[in-house]
Protein backbone atom coordinates (compact mmCIF):
# COMPACT_ATOMS: atom_id res chain seq x y z
CA UNK A 1 0.00 0.00 0.00
CA UNK A 2 1.00 3.24 -0.41
CA UNK A 3 -0.03 6.88 0.72
CA UNK A 4 -0.46 10.20 -0.60
CA UNK A 5 -1.07 13.65 0.83
CA UNK A 6 -2.63 15.67 -1.60
CA UNK A 7 -2.76 19.19 -0.93
CA UNK A 8 -3.97 21.74 -3.26
CA UNK A 9 -4.93 25.66 -3.92
CA UNK A 10 -2.60 26.73 -1.08
CA UNK A 11 -2.54 30.39 -1.94
CA UNK A 12 0.39 32.19 -0.32
CA UNK A 13 -0.12 35.64 -0.70
CA UNK A 14 -4.15 34.85 1.43
CA UNK A 15 -3.00 31.84 3.06
CA UNK A 16 -4.56 31.39 7.01
CA UNK A 17 -1.53 31.37 8.89
CA UNK A 18 -2.87 29.52 11.77
CA UNK A 19 -3.19 26.41 9.61
CA UNK A 20 0.42 26.14 8.46
CA UNK A 21 2.06 24.27 11.68
CA UNK A 22 -1.08 21.93 12.55
CA UNK A 23 -1.15 21.04 8.58
CA UNK A 24 2.95 20.47 8.71
CA UNK A 25 3.05 17.96 11.57
CA UNK A 26 0.15 16.13 10.50
CA UNK A 27 1.60 15.43 6.77
CA UNK A 28 4.58 14.67 9.01
CA UNK A 29 3.02 12.03 11.07
CA UNK A 30 0.89 10.49 8.24
CA UNK A 31 3.86 9.59 6.55
CA UNK A 32 3.26 9.81 3.01
CA UNK A 33 5.10 7.61 -0.04
CA UNK A 34 4.43 11.14 -1.81
CA UNK A 35 3.20 14.56 -1.21
CA UNK A 36 1.32 15.49 -4.01
CA UNK A 37 0.45 19.71 -4.14
CA UNK A 38 -2.36 20.39 -7.57
CA UNK A 39 -1.72 23.93 -7.83
CA UNK A 40 -2.14 27.37 -7.24
CA UNK A 41 0.53 27.77 -4.66
CA UNK A 42 0.48 31.59 -5.14
CA UNK A 43 -2.13 34.04 -5.05
CA UNK A 44 -1.11 36.85 -7.64
CA UNK A 45 2.09 34.95 -8.82
CA UNK A 46 4.25 37.30 -6.88
CA UNK A 47 8.27 36.28 -6.24
CA UNK A 48 7.42 36.50 -1.93
CA UNK A 49 4.38 34.47 -2.67
CA UNK A 50 6.25 31.82 -3.96
CA UNK A 51 8.92 32.42 -2.11
CA UNK A 52 6.54 31.45 1.01
CA UNK A 53 5.04 28.34 -0.78
CA UNK A 54 8.74 27.13 -1.89
CA UNK A 55 9.48 27.39 2.04
CA UNK A 56 7.08 25.41 3.34
CA UNK A 57 7.29 22.89 0.68
CA UNK A 58 10.69 22.51 2.06
CA UNK A 59 9.07 21.96 5.77
CA UNK A 60 7.08 18.92 4.13
CA UNK A 61 8.02 15.03 3.63
CA UNK A 62 9.46 14.24 0.05
CA UNK A 63 9.18 13.37 -2.58
CA UNK A 64 6.69 15.61 -4.04
CA UNK A 65 4.56 16.16 -6.72
CA UNK A 66 4.07 19.92 -7.61
CA UNK A 67 1.99 21.17 -10.63
CA UNK A 68 1.34 25.12 -11.36
CA UNK A 69 -2.09 26.82 -11.46
CA UNK A 70 -3.72 29.38 -13.43
CA UNK A 71 -2.90 31.78 -10.15
CA UNK A 72 0.79 31.02 -10.33
CA UNK A 73 0.77 32.53 -13.68
CA UNK A 74 0.47 36.73 -13.82
CA UNK A 75 -2.78 38.12 -14.23
CA UNK A 76 -1.86 41.70 -14.05
CA UNK A 77 1.67 41.99 -15.36
CA UNK A 78 0.46 41.61 -19.03
CA UNK A 79 3.98 41.10 -20.28
CA UNK A 80 5.11 38.35 -17.90
CA UNK A 81 1.48 37.04 -18.64
CA UNK A 82 2.09 36.12 -22.32
CA UNK A 83 5.88 36.19 -22.88
CA UNK A 84 6.87 34.69 -19.21
CA UNK A 85 4.04 33.23 -17.55
CA UNK A 86 5.40 30.67 -14.68
CA UNK A 87 8.85 31.84 -14.67
CA UNK A 88 8.60 32.75 -11.26
CA UNK A 89 7.08 29.72 -10.45
CA UNK A 90 10.23 27.73 -12.30
CA UNK A 91 12.85 29.85 -10.50
CA UNK A 92 11.13 29.31 -7.07
CA UNK A 93 9.09 26.28 -6.66
CA UNK A 94 10.07 24.07 -9.45
CA UNK A 95 11.41 24.35 -13.06
CA UNK A 96 9.77 20.53 -13.86
CA UNK A 97 6.95 21.00 -15.25
CA UNK A 98 6.25 17.24 -16.28
CA UNK A 99 7.38 15.90 -12.57
CA UNK A 100 6.98 12.08 -12.12
CA UNK A 101 7.27 9.90 -9.11
CA UNK A 102 7.60 5.53 -10.19
CA UNK A 103 8.11 2.64 -7.69
CA UNK A 104 6.95 -0.86 -7.82
CA UNK A 105 3.53 0.29 -6.71
CA UNK A 106 2.43 3.52 -8.19
CA UNK A 107 3.33 5.92 -11.28
CA UNK A 108 2.15 9.10 -10.21
CA UNK A 109 2.65 11.97 -13.52
CA UNK A 110 2.21 15.47 -13.32
CA UNK A 111 0.98 17.64 -16.26
CA UNK A 112 0.81 21.44 -16.27
CA UNK A 113 -3.04 23.36 -17.18
CA UNK A 114 -2.05 26.60 -16.80
CA UNK A 115 -2.49 29.01 -19.73
CA UNK A 116 -1.69 32.62 -20.24
CA UNK A 117 -4.72 32.83 -22.95
CA UNK A 118 -7.53 32.18 -20.33
CA UNK A 119 -7.85 33.67 -16.74
CA UNK A 120 -8.34 30.42 -14.56
CA UNK A 121 -9.78 27.88 -17.54
CA UNK A 122 -7.04 25.27 -17.86
CA UNK A 123 -5.88 23.39 -21.25
CA UNK A 124 -4.15 20.17 -21.87
CA UNK A 125 -2.18 20.32 -25.63
CA UNK A 126 -2.16 17.51 -28.05
CA UNK A 127 2.17 17.34 -27.42
CA UNK A 128 1.14 16.98 -23.89
CA UNK A 129 -1.50 13.85 -24.59
CA UNK A 130 1.05 12.44 -26.90
CA UNK A 131 3.77 12.73 -24.57
CA UNK A 132 1.68 11.48 -21.39
CA UNK A 133 0.64 8.31 -23.80
CA UNK A 134 3.92 7.35 -24.88
CA UNK A 135 5.19 7.60 -20.85
CA UNK A 136 2.59 5.72 -19.87
CA UNK A 137 3.44 3.05 -22.25
CA UNK A 138 6.82 2.66 -20.92
CA UNK A 139 5.25 2.26 -17.38
CA UNK A 140 6.10 -1.72 -16.08
CA UNK A 141 2.54 -3.28 -15.57
CA UNK A 142 0.45 -3.61 -12.26
CA UNK A 143 1.41 -0.02 -10.94
CA UNK A 144 -1.32 2.26 -10.49
CA UNK A 145 -1.25 5.01 -12.67
CA UNK A 146 -2.10 8.43 -11.71
CA UNK A 147 -2.14 11.90 -13.20
CA UNK A 148 -2.44 14.79 -10.75
CA UNK A 149 -2.80 18.36 -12.31
CA UNK A 150 -4.57 21.68 -11.50
CA UNK A 151 -7.44 21.87 -13.75
CA UNK A 152 -10.37 18.73 -13.25
CA UNK A 153 -10.72 16.32 -15.97
CA UNK A 154 -14.25 15.20 -14.24
CA UNK A 155 -16.78 16.70 -11.48
CA UNK A 156 -19.81 15.63 -10.88
CA UNK A 157 -22.92 16.97 -12.98
CA UNK A 158 -24.06 19.81 -10.30
CA UNK A 159 -20.74 21.69 -10.81
CA UNK A 160 -20.08 23.87 -13.89
CA UNK A 161 -19.13 22.24 -17.18
CA UNK A 162 -16.58 25.09 -17.86
CA UNK A 163 -14.35 23.91 -15.35
CA UNK A 164 -13.15 21.03 -16.75
CA UNK A 165 -9.92 21.21 -18.63
CA UNK A 166 -9.76 21.83 -22.20
CA UNK A 167 -9.51 19.00 -24.18
CA UNK A 168 -10.48 16.64 -21.64
CA UNK A 169 -12.73 13.84 -23.25
CA UNK A 170 -9.45 13.48 -26.24
CA UNK A 171 -7.35 13.08 -22.93
CA UNK A 172 -9.97 10.47 -21.13
CA UNK A 173 -9.54 8.47 -23.94
CA UNK A 174 -6.15 7.87 -23.79
CA UNK A 175 -6.32 7.34 -19.96
CA UNK A 176 -8.43 4.81 -21.14
CA UNK A 177 -6.03 3.06 -23.50
CA UNK A 178 -3.46 3.53 -21.50
CA UNK A 179 -5.46 1.98 -18.12
CA UNK A 180 -4.99 5.44 -15.72
CA UNK A 181 -6.55 4.72 -12.41
CA UNK A 182 -6.52 7.68 -10.41
CA UNK A 183 -6.65 11.65 -11.46
CA UNK A 184 -5.88 14.00 -8.23
CA UNK A 185 -6.97 18.12 -8.87
CA UNK A 186 -7.99 20.87 -7.34
CA UNK A 187 -8.98 24.30 -8.54
CA UNK A 188 -12.57 24.81 -7.36
CA UNK A 189 -12.24 24.42 -3.38
CA UNK A 190 -14.14 21.41 -3.01
CA UNK A 191 -13.72 17.63 -1.84
CA UNK A 192 -15.28 15.46 -4.19
CA UNK A 193 -14.92 11.74 -5.17
CA UNK A 194 -16.06 10.25 -8.03
CA UNK A 195 -15.43 8.06 -11.15
CA UNK A 196 -15.81 9.16 -14.56
CA UNK A 197 -18.34 6.89 -15.68
CA UNK A 198 -21.16 8.81 -15.96
CA UNK A 199 -19.42 12.04 -17.75
CA UNK A 200 -17.39 9.96 -20.37
CA UNK A 201 -19.36 7.08 -21.70
CA UNK A 202 -16.23 4.49 -21.87
CA UNK A 203 -16.91 1.01 -22.42
CA UNK A 204 -15.35 -1.12 -19.55
CA UNK A 205 -13.33 2.25 -18.38
CA UNK A 206 -14.21 4.69 -15.25
CA UNK A 207 -11.32 6.19 -13.99
CA UNK A 208 -11.43 7.24 -10.09
CA UNK A 209 -11.51 10.94 -9.29
CA UNK A 210 -10.36 13.10 -6.30
CA UNK A 211 -10.29 17.03 -5.70
CA UNK A 212 -9.19 18.48 -3.03
CA UNK A 213 -10.25 21.52 -1.24
CA UNK A 214 -8.07 24.44 -0.26
CA UNK A 215 -5.69 23.47 2.50
CA UNK A 216 -4.34 26.62 3.45
CA UNK A 217 -5.90 29.73 1.86
CA UNK A 218 -8.92 32.19 3.51
CA UNK A 219 -11.03 31.45 -0.06
CA UNK A 220 -12.55 28.64 1.10
CA UNK A 221 -15.89 28.99 -0.91
CA UNK A 222 -18.22 28.11 1.81
CA UNK A 223 -16.00 24.40 2.49
CA UNK A 224 -13.35 24.77 5.79
CA UNK A 225 -9.90 24.29 4.59
CA UNK A 226 -9.57 20.61 3.87
CA UNK A 227 -6.62 18.10 2.18
CA UNK A 228 -7.08 14.42 0.93
CA UNK A 229 -5.12 11.34 2.05
CA UNK A 230 -5.40 8.32 -0.20
CA UNK A 231 -4.15 4.86 0.33
CA UNK A 232 -3.81 3.35 -2.29
CA UNK A 233 -3.66 -0.70 -3.42
CA UNK A 234 -3.81 -2.64 -6.20
CA UNK A 235 -7.37 -3.24 -6.58
CA UNK A 236 -8.45 -0.56 -3.68
CA UNK A 237 -8.52 2.88 -3.02
CA UNK A 238 -9.50 4.95 0.41
CA UNK A 239 -10.11 8.95 -0.17
CA UNK A 240 -9.70 10.23 3.29
CA UNK A 241 -10.89 13.78 3.70
CA UNK A 242 -9.26 15.83 6.53
CA UNK A 243 -11.35 19.04 7.73
CA UNK A 244 -9.72 22.11 9.84
CA UNK A 245 -11.81 21.97 12.97
CA UNK A 246 -11.99 25.58 14.97
CA UNK A 247 -12.50 24.01 18.08
CA UNK A 248 -9.39 22.12 18.48
CA UNK A 249 -6.94 23.75 16.11
CA UNK A 250 -6.57 21.37 13.83
CA UNK A 251 -7.26 19.16 10.66
CA UNK A 252 -8.96 16.16 11.64
CA UNK A 253 -10.64 12.96 9.45
CA UNK A 254 -14.21 13.81 8.90
CA UNK A 255 -14.75 11.25 6.06
CA UNK A 256 -13.62 8.15 4.21
CA UNK A 257 -14.67 6.68 0.97
CA UNK A 258 -13.20 3.27 -0.67
CA UNK A 259 -13.15 2.29 -4.06
CA UNK A 260 -13.08 -0.57 -6.05
CA UNK A 261 -11.14 -1.54 -8.84
CA UNK A 262 -13.10 -4.33 -11.36
CA UNK A 263 -11.05 -4.81 -14.84
CA UNK A 264 -10.68 -1.46 -15.98
CA UNK A 265 -13.45 0.39 -13.71
CA UNK A 266 -12.90 2.08 -10.17
CA UNK A 267 -16.73 1.82 -8.74
CA UNK A 268 -18.43 0.13 -6.02
CA UNK A 269 -18.26 2.81 -3.25
CA UNK A 270 -18.49 2.54 -0.09
CA UNK A 271 -19.00 4.39 3.02
CA UNK A 272 -16.56 3.34 6.15
Known sequence: MRTIVHLSDLHFGRVDAALLAPLRALVERLEPDVVVVSGDLSQRARSAEFVAARHFLDSLPGPQIVVPGNHDVPLYNVFSRFLTPLRKYRQHVTADLSPEYVDDEIAVLGINTARSLTFKDG??????????????????????????????????????????????????????????????????????????????????????????????????????????????????????????????????????????????????????
Not at 154 to 166: C, H, I, R, S, T
Not at 200 to 220: E, F, H, N, P, V
Not at 231 to 241: L, T
Open 123 to 272: RISHEQIDALRTRLGQLPEGLTRIIVTHHPFDLPANFNAKDLVDRAPLALTMFAACGVDLLLAGHLHASVAGNTAERYKIDGYAALMAQAGTATSTRGRGESNSFNVLRVEASCIRVERYSWNEDSRDFEKVSTEAFERMGGVWASKRLL
